[in-house]
């Protein structure tokens, strides 16, 4: 029996020494540091660098959101980074769609964010900007304010501008009379990447407009005042003073003029105006020869009448 407690008293050892050598290699293989003040950094220590290139390429973009809000000091913010899927649907439990890449628990004052190939690496700052408006916005305005303007004040507020890509997108949405209604918006986690990617396109197109149209004083007065006891008609025309079926005809008709000509960029259709353009150069340097030739004619004949 002595024999039998002093094996279990050695494998019980050899367990806790296992595990206080696991728990420090794992410390060893993550770091976490704050930044910023605010912001608190879980990361593998392999990507030390890529943090502290992303917190420079950001950190204007960080002022210019604690700026658009009007705050000084930000309660700390989590911020997560992981190279598996795996851990980053286990770090949430919402069952994510696969085209997603980061995800902010506002309430936990959390944000966690994939990077698991070069693709998602070069995403990394607009994502990481993206997730940190989330945060911001959950903080600063009293009621849940709908999808679209979440989403239109995270993608404006984390880029200058859309790209080429997006644009297209955009403009090929509008030649196929596909763009989708805003308040579909609320069901953004259930679309497929493509829909999902130009739901966000159009998000920003509407904060664009308004931001464009109305001044930031009136976005950040109109997500100050929203009351999801009133519909959107209510809340628009109470600090915009205007319906929000004007706001929707007037943006719409702002972005074909902004955006539908972008379809012409399409590769087919770029390949197609060229053609047309050739043909045209063609037809108009054969013209021109042959005026030329009838011109040299011309000449020709009336000089050999005068030799006569």
């Given at each position: 029996m002595k024999n039998i407690l002093l094996y279990f008293a050695k494998i019980a050892k050899?367990?806790?020494?296992?595990?206080?050598?696991?728990?420090?290699?794992?410390q060893a293989q993550t770091a976490t540091r704050a930044y910023e003040g605010f912001m608190v950094f879980h990361y593998p220590v392999k990507q030390q660098p890529l943090m502290d290139e992303l917190v420079k390429k950001t950190r204007m973009r960080v002022l210019a959101i604690k700026s658009f809000f009007s705050v000084d000091s930000v309660r700390p913010v989590q911020i997560y980074f992981t190279r598996f899927e795996e851990t980053y649907q286990s770090f949430t439990h919402k069952g994510l769609p696969e085209w997603s890449q980061a995800v902010a628990m506002a309430s936990r004052r959390t944000v966690i964010i994939k990077i698991s190939d070069a693709a998602e690496i070069?995403?990394?700052?607009?994502?990481?900007?993206?997730?940190?408006?989330?945060?911001?916005?959950?903080?600063?305005?009293?009621?849940?304010?709908?999808?679209?303007?979440?989403?239109g004040i995270?993608?404006?507020?984390?880029?200058?501008?859309?790209?080429?890509?997006?644009?297209?997108?955009?403009?090929?949405?509008?030649?196929?009379?596909?763009?989708?209604?805003?308040?579909?918006?609320?069901?953004?986690l259930t679309f497929n990447k493509g829909k999902a990617e130009l739901a966000y396109d159009l998000a920003y197109t509407a904060m664009d407009y308004l931001m464009r149209e109305f001044g930031r004083d009136k976005v950040r007065a109109l997500l100050l005042g929203w009351d999801n006891s009133r519909g959107y008609d209510e809340n628009f025309k109470a600090v915009l003073g205007i319906d929000y079926v004007d706001f929707e005809v007037d943006w719409y008709r702002w972005l074909k003029e902004r955006y539908r000509w972008m379809v012409l960029l399409n590769i087919e259709n770029?390949?197609?105006?060229?053609?047309?353009?050739l043909l045209a150069w063609a037809f108009l340097a054969v013209k021109r020869r042959n005026y030329k030739k009838r011109a040299y004619w011309k000449a020709t004949?009336?000089?050999?009448?005068?030799?006569?």
């Open positions: 050899f367990a806790l020494l296992c595990f206080v050598l696991c728990s420090a290699s794992l070069e995403r990394v700052p607009g994502v990481f900007i993206h997730e940190l408006v989330h945060i911001f916005l959950y903080d600063y305005a009293p009621a849940d304010i709908p999808v679209w303007i979440h989403e995270a993608q404006k507020l984390s880029k200058e501008q859309l790209t080429l890509e997006e644009k297209l997108r955009i403009g090929n949405a509008l030649a196929g009379n596909y763009l989708i209604p805003f308040e579909d918006m609320d069901s953004l770029f390949v197609f105006l060229i053609f047309i353009l004949d009336e000089q050999d009448f005068d030799n006569e």
